[in-house]
């Protein structure tokens, strides 16, 4: 069993910059590919980044490629997204995920992730 609980949302102007945390428990959680995705109102949760385990292997949304960077501290049980060069877009409550199927990979779907945590708001102002 794992669980997820994320921090660092909060209004921030366009062009801004945010770091979100997500700090699991579980003494697995080092051999679990993570997720972020994002929902905005009216609009289904999609995918925004994720990482394997070692942290080696990483995917981004085309939306968010070359903005965000995902990475994981295994020490310390937990994975942050770090979000540069905000856009109004980009608001949205901000979700982290594990997927205790995969280790060396991971997926992009939501459905394959097991584990999520309640979400963070982010709000971009223009």
């Known amino acids: 069993q794992v669980q997820l609980v994320e921090s660092g949302g909060g209004l921030v102007q366009a062009g801004g910059s945010l770091r979100l945390s997500c700090a699991a428990s579980?003494?697995?959680?080092?051999?679990?590919?993570m997720g972020w995705f994002r929902q905005a109102p009216g609009k289904e949760r999609e995918f925004v980044a994720a990482?394997?385990?070692?942290?080696?292997?990483?995917s981004y949304a085309d939306s968010v490629k070359g903005r965000f960077t995902i990475s994981r501290d295994n020490t310390k049980n937990a994975v942050y997204l770090q979000m540069n060069s905000l856009e109004p877009e980009d608001t949205a409550v901000y979700y982290c995920a594990a997927d205790s199927s995969r280790r060396l990979y991971y997926s992009i779907s939501a459905r394959d992730y097991n584990y999520w945590g309640q979400g963070t708001q982010v709000t971009v102002s223009s």
């Open positions: 990482i394997n385990y070692s942290g080696g292997r990483t």
């Open positions: 579980g003494r697995t959680f080092s051999s679990y590919a």
